[in-house]
């Protein structure tokens, strides 16, 4: 039986309740009759065999492109970049499919009688991995035989000395990028398209830049002309980053891109039941579903996150391309939309969405309250393509417990942007326009930054701008079971129950107001016409 | 026609005392209502002011001549140059200490005032001794000298003197006191007073020498270490030797309250000043002319220079706030005795007129040294039943407010005998001291030991209550009632020009208005006590100090590390560091020793940290340095910012962004602190020393800890041009005192509980600082497993620091 696609389920009388992410905890809603849930297509069937499929690609590459091997050869010097610990998520079970594809491409390298190879973590001002995690996205062969040399590096956007700068773009955008990738023969890029935003020019034009050539797209000007940026035709923080790497390619670096795509298929064994519609849970799921979320509520939160975080999950391989950026990016595009597309009709009054414990910046880490709000107002309401799920001046109501914690290793600005930006204000442009250089440059985030495990100084700031089209276009937002103070330093309104939550909601949008409810994870793309 | 006020037109006076209450609205009075009057004012030289410096701040700048100064507006400075003048000296000192210009500014004066006393109920025999019973006869003495000099010069010299006495030297005994010498007094004992100020004297050297005992010095420095911990020695000897002096103090006081109601009085000030008197007739009495004034109880202002002017927290101001807190449940007293008070201006318009009259009698007039006494209890009674009436009705309209925002209900009076009110009070005194002893004893800090600084304080105010009802009690139940014949024979024969301006009449005053429209509302004003719902001001005192420490201003921001930035220790470290690159069965062995050993290591800690640490950082003997440098940035990473306080490393960005210098001063090692360099301008920390790239174990200088913090401190301020008195030092512990203690603004970080309590009674910032919710929060202080394996595992590796750790600890444990 193959997949079936996403769909929109109507709610009657007979409908089950709908299950709700609330962080590390689950629960199940009974929504109004007459709302709507969007629910992701079931995972399409992974590659049979992702290897030769890789090896495929790097022999037949698309667009102008000669195979990889042709364009390896002795003496040259070869750089491969790979995309960081934010993709994919949860993170995936082993091998990665970073280490399958740069297995190959090693094998390739060796066999041309390349011997001047470097991997790069292309991190842009994400936190430094660790040696585990490195170890989990290459495979321990790989670590083993680089990171003691020193061949193994993180990308440092701070490290002037490591960074050349290739000029501006028409419009004026300074473009700067790892030294040792810019200045070698070949730049190999491997990436894992989780969503559609990922890939393209932006993974070396932003997973390789520093923070004077990101501040060009990363901003609120940007990020509200970006409607959505999973929608790259209609994305400015795209046009950007095209603009950014056809520079990048006109100053001579050669860039093969090698682009994968996953099934949505995210939860393991005894979650499965997390990616099935509920009125076809059988006896097992529903025991499943008893059992975990009890056993969650008796647990202390710092444990559940553990046992979440150390979920890994069963993605596969649906596609993978390799050649020349645009033409890759655009298959990829067309694998993604293929697992995530769903169509809906028409916008709805009141979007609601449970928030999972997962982002693409907490990985091992904790969903803070400035991440909360990115995941529900940056990538889940971003997640649609034509019109926002949620009519202009619409109410978005999302369940997370949110509580006011930060890990102190991996976010250290973000408890100071908490602290002493939100309490002055919460618009974006004025947050960007009052604080945003002082962070940018402040000496001690750069050092954790590029000694320790610690997001830049400026990120909670880009979190912040990824929430700039949702605030402009909402009339409301409404946290239910979130930390009270937390919650109203976002900004946003909170509510104890999704009852009240709707209640509250009616004052924004009217009596009767239509409701749609975004069932992700798995993730889904909403085709709204 | 204004016939008293002509009479002192254009006169000099010298005034004693102008520091204080009556004498600061005397000296007012003097210039304001005396036309070109010029006062010549005897102040004690303080430490960092001259006489005329304090005559300024202390007199001129008081609230009292704030009439004068909007009368004469842009002339005001001008004209005090011109009119006051001050001169050093001491009443406690023979000839007053007054040198020869000081002596001749006496002699070109007309009228004499003495107003100087030691007037707190409580104070140590020898003090009340040395200025009320030996002050008068000295100023009497420099009184004569003056006038001799001043006949040599052919001048008149001074003419008359004015001692400011007490209406109760007449005892409290039931009946009349009349307006007579106590000579005439029948009921006053007659003892010498030169024996008695031989005996105070005497007893002075013998608490001292008692005081010095090695039992009793014992005793005190174990009191100072308890208080402060390992506080260092220089801080401790500091702390006993206040403690030793407490000592001497109390033991005077209580002898002086002993002796004085061993005599019939209630306690050491009206015996003294009784005696004072006694002696001053005794000796000058046929030599000076001169006129004692005795006020009862002093209170307020009735309207001059304002309604409600008051200076300094006086003795019934204590008890009316203690009473409004719900403190002083009961105040012992008979409702229908007479509470004899007099407002200020009453007693400072006596003063004048009486010196008046005294100039415009000749000199073969007077007739002998006479008395006025300045109360209310005959002419204009007021009854204590009545008082307490009025108090708790104004506090129940206008009540206080606790710390929560909720208004303190005043309790019912039952004017109880005095043995139960203390006796309630002693109860309530010995629960919380013991509940205080309980808590200190308990290792806690941050906001549960502000807890316990605040049931200190607490036990301390309930302390101070039992004191007033031991204190005051006599007064309340005195019957004694305080004839004023003369003064109202004076009130008769003044104009009505000088009554309109030197009222006298206790007569004037209308008790209900006084006490709920003048008085209560003035006191409660400076008792800076809580009139308002809502939050607790003492979140705004926090607020203006943390601006205070947050001022451009400032110089130099100096931190302690652990505990104060970062919840972790040396032990903790060093178990992460030797643990790193050991194998998994390795590890549980040496976690389990370091468990073993640790209450030995506690207690070392506790004993002497310099001790300890050199002793501890002992096992680093043999490591190699440079992974041990690498290492440590992991550890930072890992273990010590997820421990780090986010609020902590905020604050010392901020001080560096106000432009202050930030000092990390620890006891720490340098490879360990190395990762919180870009954090601080400078560092000073332990360092060990190094040959062929291993450590040698040994420190290579003492560690910055204890005094030697504050040693470091000054040092490094002076080398940069910086001040102390403008700087910051944040730490958490009391063995940090002596840095905290050598700067400004002193921050306690999440106190241990002595440390608490210190920082609340001297009204220090505290911070509260959390670690972020949400780090990983590791039970054991281990590196994370070496993926590396038995790699490069070898003669190189730390797994030999690892197992000398072992040894020591078991040496250490035996």
């Known amino acids: ?118 991997l790069v973590c292309a991190l842009a001002l994400h936190r430094r991995m660790t040696e585990a995690e490195l170890r989990h996205a290459l495979g321990d062969r790989i670590y083993d035989a680089f990171a003691p040399n020193g061949l193994l590096t993180q990308h440092d956007a701070e490290d002037p000395s490591n960074l050349v700068h290739l000029g501006l773009t028409d419009r004026g955008e300074d473009v700067e990028l790892n030294r040792r990738a810019a200045e070698s023969d070949l730049l190999v890029y491997v990436n894992i398209n989780l969503v559609a935003m990922d890939g393209g020019h932006k993974s070396v034009a932003t997973g390789l830049a520093s923070y004077r050539s990101l501040r060009h797209h990363h901003n609120p000007v940007t990020m509200r002309h970006s409607r959505s940026f999973m929608d790259q035709d209609r994305s400015e923080l795209h046009s950007a980053n095209w603009r950014m790497g056809r520079l990048i390619a006109d100053a001579g670096v050669r860039v ?184 940018a440059t402040d000496p001690w985030y750069i050092h954790l930054y590029r000694t320790g495990h610690a997001y830049h100084g400026v990120h909670p700031f880009y979190m912040w701008y990824w929430c700039a089209h949702a605030l402009e276009h909402l009339g409301a937002v409404i946290l239910v079971g979130g930390d009270t103070k937390a919650v109203h330093r976002l900004g946003f309104r909170a509510a104890s129950t999704l009852t009240d939550a709707l209640e509250m909601a009616t004052d924004v949008v009217g009596p009767s107001p239509t409701l749609t409810h975004l069932h992700a994870p798995p993730l889904l793309l909403a085709d709204v016409t | 026609m204004s016939r008293l006020r002509d009479a002192l037109a254009g006169r000099r006076f010298f005034v004693t005392g102008a520091t204080g209450f009556l004498g600061t609205a005397l000296v007012e009075r003097l210039l304001r209502a005396v036309p070109d009057s010029e006062v010549v004012l005897l102040i004690r030289p303080g430490r960092r002011a001259t006489p005329g410096q304090r005559a300024t701040r202390e007199i001129l700048r008081n609230d009292c001549f704030d009439r004068l100064r909007g009368e004469l507006g842009a002339s005001f400075d001008d004209e005090m140059a011109r009119r006051v003048a001050a001169v050093a000296g001491d009443v406690g000192t023979d000839g007053l200490g007054l040198d020869d210009a ?3 500014a006496l002699s070109r004066c007309d009228v004499v005032i003495h107003a100087a006393a030691t007037v707190s109920f409580d104070a140590p025999l020898d003090a009340a001794v040395e200025v009320n019973l030996l002050g008068p006869s000295r100023v009497a003495a420099a009184f004569v000298a003056a006038r001799a000099l ?248 206008h009540p206080l407010y606790d710390t929560d925002g909720q208004p303190i209900v005043v309790p019912e009076w039952s004017f109880p005998g005095r043995g139960r009110v203390q006796r309630q009070l002693a109860r309530s005194s010995r629960a919380m001291g013991m509940a205080e002893r309980l808590v200190g004893s308990l290792p806690i800090r941050g906001k549960q030991a502000q807890w316990m600084a605040a049931l200190e304080e607490q036990h301390l105010l309930a302390d101070r209550a039992l004191g007033y009802v031991e204190l005051y009690g006599a007064y309340t139940e005195t019957d004694a009632l305080y004839r004023v014949d003369r003064l109202l024979a004076l009130w008769e024969r003044m104009d009505a020009d000088d009554r309109a301006v030197l009222c006298l009449d206790p007569a004037a005053i209308d008790w209900a208005v006084y006490v709920r429209e003048i008085h209560l509302p003035s006191v409660v004003e400076h008792a800076r006590v809580k009139t308002t719902p809502g939050k607790s001001t003492k979140t705004g005192r926090a607020e203006r100090t943390r601006k205070a420490v947050l001022s451009p201003d400032r110089h130099l921001a100096a931190f302690d590390l652990e505990n104060t930035l970062i919840a972790s220790n040396v032990v903790d470290s060093y178990a992460w560091l030797a643990s790193r690159h050991l194998a998994p069965g390795e590890r549980v062995a040496f976690v389990a020793d370091l468990v073993a050993e640790a209450p030995a290591l506690l207690a070392l800690d506790r004993r002497d940290r310099g001790d300890f640490l050199r002793s501890f950082y002992r096992r680093y003997e043999g490591a190699p340095a440079d992974r041990l440098r690498d290492d440590a940035f992991e550890l930072f990473h890992h273990l010590l910012l997820a421990k780090s306080f986010p609020a902590g490393m905020a604050r010392v960005r901020e001080h560096r962004a106000l432009g202050h210098r930030t000092l990390l001063i620890t006891g720490a090692l340098d490879l360990v602190v190395e990762p919180l360099r870009p954090l601080f301008d400078d560092i000073v920390c332990a360092r060990l020393g190094e040959a062929d790239g291993r450590l040698t174990g040994r420190l290579e200088q003492l560690p910055p800890i204890g005094e030697a913090r504050a040693i470091v401190l000054a040092e490094y301020a002076g080398a940069e041009g910086l001040h102390l008195e403008e700087s910051m030092a944040y730490a958490d512990s009391a063995s940090d005192l002596p840095m905290l203690e050598a700067v400004g603004f002193p921050v306690a970080v999440n106190p241990e509980a002595k440390l608490a309590a210190i920082a609340r009674r001297r009204g220090w910032l505290v911070e509260t600082w959390h670690k972020a919710e949400g780090g990983a929060n590791p039970l054991l202080p281990l590196g994370p497993v070496d993926h590396r394996g038995a790699l490069d595992r070898g003669r190189t590796s730390p797994a030999a620091l690892a197992g000398r750790a072992r040894r020591l600890a078991r040496g250490v444990t035996r």
């Open chain 1, 1 to 118: 039986m193959s997949p079936r696609p996403g769909f929109v389920l109507d709610v009657d009388s007979s409908t089950p309740p709908t299950l709700f992410w609330r962080g590390e905890r689950l629960s199940l809603e009974r929504l109004p009759e007459g709302s709507r849930v969007v629910y992701p297509p079931e995972p399409l069937d992974p590659l049979e065999d992702p290897s030769s499929a890789i090896r495929h690609a790097l022999l037949h590459p698309v667009g102008d492109r000669e195979p990889l091997p042709a364009l390896l050869s002795a003496g040259m010097r070869l750089t491969i970049a790979f995309d960081d610990i934010s993709l994919p998520l949860p993170p995936m079970e082993r091998p990665d499919v970073r280490q399958l594809v740069i297995e190959q491409v090693l094998d390739l390298a060796a066999s041309a009688g390349v011997d001047d190879v470097e």
């Open chain 2, 150 to 397: 001043a006949e040599a010069d052919g001048r008149a010299g001074p003419r008359h003197f004015l001692p400011v006495s007490t209406a109760y030297v007449a005892s409290t005994h039931q009946g009349e006191a009349r307006e007579e010498l106590l000579d005439a007094n029948p009921f006053i004992v007659d003892v010498d007073w030169r024996s008695e100020v031989t005996a105070a004297r005497r007893q002075r050297g013998d608490t001292e020498a008692e005081s010095r005992r090695p039992e009793r010095l014992a005793r005190f420095s174990k009191a100072a270490r308890d208080e402060l911990g390992a506080a260092g020695l220089h801080l401790l000897a500091e702390r006993s030797e206040r403690l030793r002096e407490d000592w001497v103090k109390a033991q005077l006081v209580e002898v002086g309250q002993a002796r004085a109601q061993s005599l019939g009085w209630p306690d050491a000030y009206p015996y003294t000043k009784a005696l004072g008197e006694r002696a001053l007739v005794a000796e000058y009495g046929d030599t000076v002319p001169l006129t004692i004034i005795r006020p009862s109880i002093i209170e307020s202002a009735l309207a001059e220079p304002r309604p409600g002017w008051i200076r300094g927290f006086r003795m019934a101001e204590p008890i009316i706030i203690s009473y409004a807190r719900g403190l002083l449940r009961e105040f012992p007293g008979v409702p229908e005795g007479v509470t004899d008070v007099i407002p200020v201006d009453l007693v400072v318009a006596a003063i004048v007129a009486v010196a008046g009259e005294a100039l415009l009698t000749p000199a073969d007039e007077y007739v002998g040294p006479s008395v006025y006494q300045v109360a209310s209890g005959v002419r204009n009674p007021f009854r204590y039943g009545r008082l307490v009436e009025l108090v708790s009705a104004w506090f129940l309209e």
């Open chain 2, 102 to 104: 000081a002596l001749d």
């Open chain 1, 256 to 439: 093969f891109q090698i682009e994968t795509t996953l099934n949505t298929d995210t939860f393991p064994g005894a979650f499965h039941f997390l990616q099935k519609r509920e009125w076809e849970w059988k006896a097992k799921d529903r025991l499943a579903y008893a059992a975990a979320s009890a056993a969650l509520d008796r647990t202390p939160a710092r444990v559940a996150r553990r046992i979440f975080h150390s979920v890994r999950a069963p993605h596969r391989m649906t596609s993978v391309q390799a050649g020349e950026v645009e033409a890759v990016h655009a298959l990829t595009t067309e694998h993604v939309w293929r697992q995530q597309g769903v169509a809906v009709e028409g916008q709805t009054d009141i979007l609601t969405m449970g928030l999972p414990y997962i982002s693409p910046y907490n990985v091992n880490s904790v969903l803070n309250p400035i991440l909360v709000a990115c995941l529900g107002l940056g990538y889940f309401f971003n997640l649609y393509r034509g019109k926002p799920l949620v009519r202009e001046g619409g109410v978005l109501i999302m369940t997370h417990p949110t509580p006011w914690e930060f890990h102190p290793v991996h976010h250290p600005s973000y408890i100071d942007f908490f602290e002493q930006v939100l309490s002055e204000t919460t618009d974006p442009v004025e947050v960007a326009d009052r604080f945003e250089e002082d962070f």
